[in-house]
């Protein structure tokens, strides 16, 4: 894949991420069931797609390592790149979405204040 083709995609994905990010920004949010659209989901249902994603992400970082022309280190920094970036998502579903209250101007203060 050459570069171009490379940022092709990514500006694709990023673009098609922030519009849904603000098409879906003001709907109400699903806390039981399965939800093919994450935009929808609230940042509990958020976090348990995390962790049952897990296993995907583990199969699809064997897979890259064992098919795929990589240098090990450009394997290794993909694969802190995605381990980072799902810490983040734990990190930011666990502890300050349920801080979030709709409707207020109390947006990411501690429970108590809330």
């Known amino acids: 894949m050459d570069t171009l083709t490379f940022w092709l995609i990514i500006t694709f994905v990023l673009f098609f991420n922030l519009l849904f990010a603000f098409m879906y920004r003001d709907t109400d949010k699903v806390d039981k069931g399965f939800k093919l659209n994450v935009y929808k989901l609230s940042y509990r249902r958020k976090l348990i797609r ?28 993909f694969g802190l790149f995605v381990f980072i970036i799902f810490v983040i998502q734990i990190i930011y579903n666990s502890s300050f979405a349920p801080q979030i209250t709709r409707g207020s101007a109390c947006i990411l203060l501690p429970k108590a204040l809330v």
């Not at 995390?50 to 920094?77: D, E």
């Open 50 to 77: 995390n962790f049952t994603s897990l296993p995907i992400l583990i199969l699809g970082m064997f897979i890259i390592y064992r098919y795929s022309n990589w240098s090990m280190t450009a394997t290794i920094l």
